[in-house]
C-alpha cells in the first residue's frame, strides 16, 4: 500500500491525510516518523506491533503515536479493513500540555459508538480542507480542527485496549527490542522461550514474514536510524550501541536496509 500521506509529509507539509482499504496488505518491517500519527480504524479488524508489543485492534478503535515510535501493522488472511492516517507536525499541537502528554507514549483508544460520528465528522472536515487549495488562513483553521479532535478522543468515555498476550514470536520480538544492544544467539534465545531452535525459527517466519536475524537487523538500523536524527554521536559509536559487532558490518546492514549509509542518511536527516 502505497503511503501517499508520508510521501506529502516528506515535502515539508505540517499535516497530511490519507484514507485507504484493503485486504492481505500488511507491512514488511516497522518503521518510524518525525511527526505524530492518529490512525484509526473505520471498520475490520488489524494487528499493531508497537515497540514490541502486540494489540489487536478492531473498528472504531484509534492509535496516537508520537514521533519516532516503531511500529507496523498487519491483518490476518482476507479480513479486509478500511483506515484513516492523520500525519502532523508537534507545533501543529496548539497547547504545550497536550503535546508533552501525547509525546510520552503511543495511546489506544476503543471509542464509544457516541463518539463515531463526531470523531468521523472532525476526520472528515480535515480531509475536505486539506483537499482544497491553499485559502485564507487554511492553517489556522486545520490547527484548530487538529485540536478539537485530538481533544475529543482525549476526553470521549474510552477503554484503553491492552496488548494480547504474546505468542513465542511475540516473546521474541519483544526480546528483540530490549537487547538489541546486546549479542542475541537464536540458540539462547530458542532455550529462554523452552523450544527448538528451528521450530523458534519457523514459527517467527510465520508470524513476521522474517527470520530473526533478519529482524534484529531492522530494530538495530531502525534505532541506529534514530540515533542519527537525534543525538551527534559518531557512525561509531552508534554502531556499537546498537549492538553491531564492528563498522564495516553496521555499514553494510544499514545501507542494505535503508538504501544508504549511515552519513549519508544523518545528511539527509539535516536537510529536512
Known sequence: MLDT????MSHGKKLAYGYAEGVNDNMCQSHFHDFFELYYLESGERYHLIEGELYHLTANEVVIFPPNVMHHSYGDKNVPFKRIVLYFTPDMIAYPELCTYLQKKPR?????KTKKSLLYFLLSMLDTEWDKEEGIFQQEYLE?????LLLTILRADYTPVQSTP?????????????????EISIPE????????PYHLC?????????????YLNMTRVLHAQRMLL??????TRISKETGFSNLTHFNRIFKSIAGMSPSEKRKQYKTI
Not at 514459527?203 to 522474517?210: N, R, S
Open 5 to 8: 500521506a508520508a510521501i506529502v
Open 108 to 112: 489506544i483508544f476503543s471509542l464509544k
Open 144 to 148: 484548530s480542527l487538529l485540536n478539537q
Open 166 to 182: 504474546k505468542t513465542r514470536p511475540a516473546q521474541a520480538v519483544n526480546y528483540i527490542h530490549e537487547h538489541y544492544a546486546e
Open 189 to 196: 534465545l530458542a532455550e529462554m522461550l523452552y523450544v527448538s
Open 202 to 214: 519457523r514459527e517467527f517466519k510465520k508470524a513476521t514474514g522474517k527470520t530473526i536475524v533478519q
Open 230 to 235: 537525534e543525538t551527534d554521536y559518531n557512525i
